[in-house]
């Protein structure tokens, strides 16, 4: 079955401590993407990626970290998580560049004390 | 990056009614993409229309799209309950990469 992976799912975590989100895709997609959802802010892009070892700046990249050493893994990874990151966060893939349709991940809901 | 820019915010209808979702964006594209939200969920994609494409079926979904006033409407018909989400527009821009969302349509259907 075609699908995007996320996990952890739910993340509980406090200020400063390092943690990383994965994302995988068995689609072969040369795209994937992180997004972030925030109340009255709609979806923002944080960091995109249109093939392995190859990452750019989204809108919101400030405290996130990517790498794409392997086509189907994306991990998003945050160095020293605020508060301000507490958020819900999804992964995205598609095929090509980032026009095509995209498939997401169900999520990873994340606060930060 | 532009972003579509959908109305209303939030639309709350009875079953059986049209829904109607419109979008608005900024400059030249290539295609325009609708994606649906179920409350928390990953966004699903609905339907992509391209810019030299006016109307596009599927299902119970009406999309158009008119590049000279930069706009498109998503139409859902006999609407169901379990239509109730988050509705999103997604221009993809002539130039650039990527695809970005605005904060949606909320659609509540109540039965």
């Known amino acids: 079955e075609a699908q995007v992976t996320q996990n952890p799912r739910y993340l509980i975590t406090v200020t400063g401590k390092k943690l990383t989100v994965t994302c995988s895709q068995n689609?072969?997609?040369?795209?994937m993407s992180w997004y972030r959802q925030d109340p009255g802010l709609g979806l923002r892009q944080i960091y995109y990626?249109?093939?392995?070892?190859?990452?750019d700046k989204g809108d919101v990249p400030e405290g996130y970290k990517v790498s794409r050493k392997e086509k189907r893994n994306f991990p998003l990874i945050l160095e020293s998580p605020s508060p301000n990151q507490t958020s819900l966060y999804f992964c995205?893939?598609?095929?090509?560049?980032?026009?095509?349709?995209?498939?997401f991940g169900a999520g990873t809901r994340l606060s930060v004390l | 990056s532009q972003q579509g820019e959908e109305d209303p915010q939030a639309l709350s209808i009875q079953e059986g009614e049209n829904a109607t979702m419109n979008c608005s964006y900024k400059t030249s594209i290539n295609n325009l993409q609708w994606y649906r939200q179920n409350s928390g969920r990953g966004l699903v994609h609905l339907i992509l229309i391209r810019s030299n494409e006016r109307e596009k079926h599927s299902g119970r979904l009406r999309v158009t799209l008119d590049t000279s006033k930069k706009s498109s409407s998503l139409l859902i018909t006999a609407s169901r309950a379990a239509d109730t989400a988050s509705y999103f527009c997604?221009?993809?821009?002539?130039?650039?990469?990527?695809?970005?969302f605005g904060e949606g349509t909320q659609l509540t259907v109540n039965p």
């Open positions: 990626s249109m093939n392995v070892e190859v990452t």
């Open positions: 689609m072969n997609h040369e795209y």
């Open positions: 997604a221009p993809k821009e002539t130039s650039g990469s990527r695809l970005t």
């Open positions: 995205a893939s598609s095929r090509g560049t980032g026009g095509n349709i995209q498939y």
